[in-house]
């Protein structure tokens, strides 16, 4: 039997966290857009649970606390599509770029 030698970053059982924060927050339009994104790309076989779970524990101790939940959901579902050839990172980073200039998350390519 083999043991892991180190906790992965989401392996947080049993360790000091603080309070739970309890008030509602409600979804961002984009954060709604997200889930639906990740349904529809779970669903069509694009990546399964598992690859996409890889892409969050393979995020350094600082990027994952850095991040919030739906932006490491965001991380991971790119890391797939580019890992798996549906997007490149140029095109990605072209069609943010172009977004963030429009000022709007209603932009079209």
């Not at 924060?21 to 649970?49: D, H, S, Y």
């Not at 350094?60 to 790119?78: I, Q």
């Not at 095109?91 to 943010?96: F, G, P």
Request: a negative charge; charged letters at 30%; aromatic letters at 12%.
């Amino acid at each position: 039997m083999s043991f892991m030698a180190e906790r992965l970053i989401t392996d947080v059982g049993g360790m000091p966290a603080g309070d739970v924060p309890r008030e509602e927050v409600p979804q961002l339009f984009w954060e709604k857009m997200m889930i639906a994104m990740f349904n529809v790309l779970w669903t069509k076989g694009i990546f399964n649970l598992d690859e996409f779970r890889r892409t969050v524990e393979q995020m350094t101790p600082e990027e994952y606390k850095a991040s919030t939940f739906y932006g490491r959901r965001v991380d991971g579902m790119t890391s797939l599509l580019i890992e798996k050839g549906y997007i490149s990172k140029e095109e990605l980073n072209r069609r943010a770029d172009d977004i963030f200039k429009s000022g709007s998350r209603d932009h079209v390519a």
